[in-house]
C-alpha cells in the first residue's frame, strides 16, 4: 500500500512539471492574415478615384449609309396593263424625264373616250342653253325652262372637268389636251418616266409582264449615287454637342484609314423609346462611287464637347457573361463588384453610361470574385 501511494505521487509529480515547461500558445495580433489570404500571393491593388470629364475629345457611333433622302425614287406603275417594251437596264444612268417603259393601258382609251363624249355633252348643253335664254328674252319661254337648261349646262360643264382631271391623273400631259380635238393623239400606249437623274438601282420588271398601282415591289428604283447619307444613333445625354453644319468623319471596313467628310444636315425630333436614342444624318459626297447602300460605317464627331460623364481606363473593366463589370472599393478596404453599362469605346478609355458616379473609388489591378471575397474577410477581421 504504501509503495503505490509512492508511485501514485511520482506519477503527480511529473505532470506537474511538464506543466511548467510548455510553452504557451501564441496571442493572436491584430495584423494575422487568415489562411484564405495568406493562400493568396500578395499583389498590390492598384485603385483610382473616379472623376466626371467635362468634355470628350470625340464621339464616335455606330452608322449605316443609306440613299439621300431627296435623291432616290421608288418608281411603280399607275396603270394596269401589260408591258410592250423596258428601255433601261440595271445601272444605268437616267435623266429626269427619260422613258423607263412602254406599256399599253386600257384605261387611258376609256377615260379618253369618256373626255371625247363630255365635249360634244358640253357643247350641246351650251348652244341649248343660249338658244333657252334667246327665247325666254323674246318671251317666248318660261323661267323654269331657262332654270332647266342653266342647270344642265353647269351638270355638263362639272362631268367635263372630272373626265378630264381622270386624264391627267393618268399622266396624259396638259399640252396635249390643250389641243384642238381634231389635232390630238392620244392613245392607250403609256411611258412611264424617271422622275429625277440618277442612276437605275433596281428594276423589277420585263417585258410582256402584266403591272399594275397594286404590286408588292416597285418596278424601278433610280437614285443619285453621287450623294449619300450617313444615319446614326446618339444618346439623349450627347446630343448637346451635335449641330447642324458641323462636319464629322466616316469610315468604312473597305477602305481603312481614309477618312470621308460628312456634314449633319437633320437633328431627329423623336426619341426611339426602345434604345432612348435620337437619329442623326449626315450628308457625304461619293462623286468617286467608292460608298455603297447599307455600308455600316464608324461616324466621328471631333471636338465634340457634351454634359460631364463618366470616363475609365479600359482595364477597369471585366465583361462575363455578356455583362460589364467593375471592382468598387469602399471604406475599411471592403469591395463590391458592379455590373455597369458602357456607351462607348476610344483607344484605352471607356464612357460608363449607368452604374458609376463621380466621387466614388474602383479598382484598376484585375480581381476574382474569390479574391474580393478573401479581402473582405481580412477588413472584418475574421
Request: glycine share 6%; hydrophobic share 40%.
Amino acid at each position: 500500500m504504501k509503495q503505490s501511494l509512492c508511485r501514485l505521487s511520482a506519477i503527480i509529480l511529473g505532470l506537474a512539471l511538464g506543466a511548467c515547461t510548455r510553452s504557451d500558445p501564441p496571442t493572436p495580433s491584430a495584423h494575422t492574415v487568415p489562411s484564405a489570404v495568406a493562400a493568396t500571393s500578395p499583389v498590390e491593388i492598384r485603385t483610382m478615384l473616379v472623376e466626371a470629364a467635362s468634355s470628350s475629345p470625340a464621339l464616335t457611333l455606330s452608322a449605316r449609309i443609306t440613299y439621300a433622302e431627296d435623291g432616290f425614287s421608288r418608281i411603280s406603275s399607275p396603270l394596269q396593263g401589260p408591258v410592250l417594251d423596258v428601255r433601261v437596264k440595271l445601272g444605268q444612268g437616267v435623266k429626269a424625264g427619260d422613258v423607263l417603259m412602254v406599256m399599253d393601258a386600257a384605261d387611258i382609251a376609256r377615260a379618253y373616250a369618256a373626255y371625247v363624249e363630255e365635249i360634244s355633252e358640253l357643247g350641246l348643253a351650251e348652244r341649248n342653253y343660249e338658244l333657252t335664254k334667246d327665247l325666254y328674252d323674246a318671251q317666248a319661254m318660261s323661267l323654269k325652262d331657262l332654270e332647266h337648261a342653266e342647270n344642265d349646262l353647269n351638270r355638263e360643264r362639272a362631268e367635263f372637268k372630272q373626265a378630264k382631271g381622270r386624264l391627267l391623273s393618268l399622266r396624259v400631259p396638259m399640252a396635249e389636251l390643250s389641243k384642238p380635238l381634231a389635232q390630238q393623239q392620244i392613245t392607250s400606249r403609256f411611258e412611264l418616266r424617271s422622275p429625277l437623274t440618277g442612276t437605275v438601282v433596281e428594276r423589277n420588271v420585263t417585258p410582256g409582264q402584266f403591272v399594275g398601282p397594286a404590286s408588292d415591289a416597285p418596278l424601278f428604283t433610280v437614285a443619285n449615287l453621287g450623294r449619300l447619307q450617313v444615319v446614326a444613333d446618339v444618346y439623349e445625354h450627347d446630343l448637346s454637342g451635335i449641330q447642324i453644319g458641323a462636319v464629322a468623319t466616316m469610315t468604312v471596313e473597305a477602305y481603312p484609314g481614309i477618312e470621308f467628310p460628312a456634314a449633319i444636315a437633320v437633328i431627329g425630333d423623336v426619341v426611339d423609346p426602345a434604345t432612348r436614342t435620337i437619329k442623326i444624318r449626315a450628308s457625304v459626297s461619293n462623286e468617286d462611287r467608292r460608298l455603297k447602300p447599307e455600308m455600316f460605317a464608324r461616324f466621328t464627331v471631333a471636338g465634340h464637347t457634351v454634359a460631364p460623364k463618366i470616363v475609365i481606363p479600359r482595364q477597369a473593366v471585366v465583361e462575363r457573361s455578356g455583362k460589364h463589370w467593375i471592382v468598387m472599393q469602399h471604406d475599411k478596404g471592403r469591395f463590391e463588384e458592379r455590373a455597369v453599362h458602357i456607351d462607348n469605346e476610344a483607344g484605352n478609355q471607356v464612357t460608363i453610361r449607368e452604374g458609376l458616379t463621380a466621387g466614388e473609388r474602383i479598382v484598376l489591378t484585375p480581381m476574382s470574385i474569390n479574391r474580393i471575397a478573401a479581402n473582405n474577410t481580412s477588413a472584418d477581421g475574421v
